[in-house]
């Protein structure tokens, strides 16, 4: 695998530090790794951006954004008033592809869902991942609600003909409750996929280097880590 989509079923899943967490797991096996953000909204020129972000957590990484539009819109919508040019799934697809000449590892985050639309033709990173020919990570919410925001994400790039490498829980509370323990069976069965990984709520929050020796326990080995996911649903589903 040389590049890898992320994608979230909604905005504020946790994306970005799930990301990192990949980002760090992979550098810890030794892979070179490259953060593609297709396009950032709502963060001005001086700000930090989300490839920011997982650089900060998750250790020298090569960071790359085709775009940054000032408003927190879906990035076709803000490409559009902001009177600037609209990032375009081929546009995503090339500079991913270039990434990949000189890196073990490309992540491409997303802006919100898999369907968001980047331009005013409707592409989406969707499209982006068929020209790249990548899976798709899809993060997710641990709560009541989350099972049908997958399925229909699954659902999506099942039609599409893409290829869904594996779902991960963005932000486990400390005291989950009902709901969330039983999703821990449930999301891999509506998702089709495996469960690859379960992020503490709150590890954004961690001292870098403390995140970076934790981040391979919170994904699977398919993602460079060490979680069991059978020990997890054993120790919580219950």
Do not use: Y
Request: charged letters at 25%.
């Amino acid at each position: 695998m040389r590049v890898l989509v992320i994608t979230g079923t909604d905005t504020e899943v946790g994306k970005t530090v799930t990301t990192a967490a990949v980002a760090a797991s992979a550098r810890a096996a030794g892979r070179s790794v490259a953060v593609l953000k297709a396009a950032q909204t709502g963060v001005r020129p001086d700000e930090r951006g989300d490839a920011d972000e997982v650089a900060w957590l998750a250790g020298p990484v090569t960071t790359d954004e085709l775009a940054r539009f000032p408003e927190p819109l879906a990035p076709g919508t803000a490409a559009r008033r902001a009177g600037m040019a609209p990032v375009r799934p081929r546009e995503v697809a090339e500079r991913a592809a270039k990434l990949t000449t000189e890196h073990d590892l490309v992540l491409v985050e997303g802006a919100g869902g898999l369907l968001v639309r980047f331009d005013e033709d409707g592409g989406t990173l969707a499209d982006a991942a068929r020209l790249l020919g990548a899976p798709v990570l899809v993060v997710t919410r641990a709560g009541l609600g989350t099972l049908n925001a997958t399925e229909l994400t699954a659902r999506e790039l099942r039609r599409r003909e893409l290829e869904l490498a594996g779902v991960v829980i963005g932000s486990w509370p400390g005291e989950p409750d009902l709901a969330t323990r039983c999703n821990v069976t449930d999301l891999p069965e509506v998702a089709g996929a495996p469960l690859l990984g379960a992020l503490p709520a709150g590890a954004g929050a961690l001292p870098p280097a403390e995140f970076r020796t934790a981040a391979p326990g919170w994904l699977a080995p398919r993602l460079d880590g060490t979680w069991d996911a059978e020990a997890f649903r054993t120790r919580e589903a219950t």
